[in-house]
């Protein structure tokens, strides 16, 4: 496939990718290098790349003719495949094709997992750094698969939380529950004071006078 002059909006498109290579690297950690290339006629080159320690490339290394071969099979988000690099590390690598609105390929988003990194430390840097050298606990994210789900995971979150918090007082901790869900927008769903009301134990009339409350000390 023969490369092409980038324009200004292609250009700009490759810029806006550069925060995805900064966050996938994040997830998942310094064993796996994440490489935004440009496919300009002018400059075919890594023009973002993060944990770049895994291969030893930096901003402006060439692309590889590997990454040209994956882009001719015409597949836009090709199979996962075994690499070995200059420093001879193995490498699980998976490449993405990106394109502009003229559906012209304009870059490559590519993913390479050292596989001769110790297990141990994949998985340390995988965890959150808050949590290393502590105990793990429960997220308070709910990965609902419907609004019902997720409307009730929130309603009963929201309530463990505050009936769990001592510096609340009893007399107000329907109150606040409240007041926390109405901040989620909670309230903006159909018939969700009623099911609050069921699942918190309390009357709907005692929801629907908290909000009134909430909203009269907005005003």
């Known amino acids: 496939m023969k490369l092409q002059d980038l324009t200004q909006s292609d250009l700009d498109i490759l810029k806006s990718i550069e925060n995805i290579v900064d966050g996938i690297a994040a997830m998942y950690g310094q064993h796996t290098e994440v490489v935004l290339h440009s496919l300009d006629a002018k400059h075919p080159s890594v023009v973002k790349i993060a944990n770049g320690h895994v291969t030893g490339r930096e901003v402006g290394a060439p692309i590889t003719n ?59 840097t995988m965890m959150p750094e808050q949590l290393l050298g502590s105990e793990l606990t429960s997220s308070p994210e709910v990965f609902a698969r419907n609004i019902d789900e997720a409307l009730h995971s929130t309603i009963d979150s929201v309530n463990h939380e505050v009936r769990a918090n001592p510096a609340i007082s009893p007399s107000q901790k329907s109150r606040e529950i409240v007041n926390q869900l109405h901040e989620l927008g909670i309230f903006e769903l159909k018939d969700s004071a009623q099911v609050a009301a069921t699942r918190l134990g309390i009357s709907v009339h005692s929801i629907y006078r908290y909000l009134r409350e909430i909203k009269a000390n907005q005003a």
Not at 106 to 120: F, K, V
């Open 66 to 124: 590997l990454a040209l071969l994956k882009l001719k099979t015409g597949q836009d988000i090709s199979n996962s495949y075994l690499t070995k690099c200059a420093n001879g590390k193995t490498l699980r690598s998976i490449t993405t094709v990106i394109r502009n609105s003229k559906n012209q390929p304009i870059g490559l988003l590519c993913i390479n997992s050292d596989m001769d990194a110790p297990l141990q430390s994949v998985l340390r």
